[in-house]
C-alpha cells in the first residue's frame, strides 16, 4: 500500500433521486443541537468561555485522521477485492481464498 493515496480530479456530479446532502447536514445540525443541550444544558453560543478557534482546530485534527483513516480502509477493501478477483481467476494457487486474504492481511498489516 503506497503511503499516499493519489488525489485526481473528480467528474460532474450525476443528478440522481436521493435526498440533498444540505438536507442531511441540516438535520445533522438539528440532532447536534439536541445533543449539545442534553450533554451541556445549553446550546451553542458565542462567548460561552471556550477558545472556538481551538475547539475548531482540534476538530479538524480528527477530521483528518478520519478522513485518512476512511482512504486506507477503501485502499484495502479495493486491494482486497482485487484479490479476491485473482484468486477466483486462478492467478493465485495454492492458497484457499482464506489463506489468500490471511497472506495479504499479514503483507500489508498498517503499522
Known amino acids: 500500500m503506497p503511503e499516499a ?4 480530479d473528480q467528474p460532474p456530479p450525476v443528478v440522481s433521486t436521493r435526498p440533498s446532502v444540505q438536507s442531511m447536514v441540516r438535520a445533522d445540525l438539528e440532532e447536534r443541537e ?8 445549553t446550546v451553542l453560543q458565542a462567548h460561552n468561555g471556550r477558545d472556538a478557534l481551538v475547539d ?3 476538530e479538524v485534527l480528527d477530521l483528518a485522521c478520519y478522513v485518512r483513516q476512511e482512504l ?6 479495493r486491494a482486497l477485492g482485487e484479490a ?4 477466483r481467476n486462478g492467478e493465485i494457487s495454492g492458497l484457499s481464498l482464506g489463506e489468500a ?3 495479504y492481511v499479514t503483507a500489508t498489516a498498517h503499522a
Do not use: K, S
Open 5 to 8: 493515496t493519489e488525489i485526481v
Open 56 to 58: 475548531a482546530y482540534q
Open 72 to 77: 486506507v480502509e477503501r485502499e484495502d477493501l
Open 101 to 103: 486474504i490471511d497472506a
Open 84 to 87: 479476491a478477483r485473482a484468486w
Open 34 to 41: 439536541r445533543i449539545g443541550v442534553q450533554r451541556y444544558g
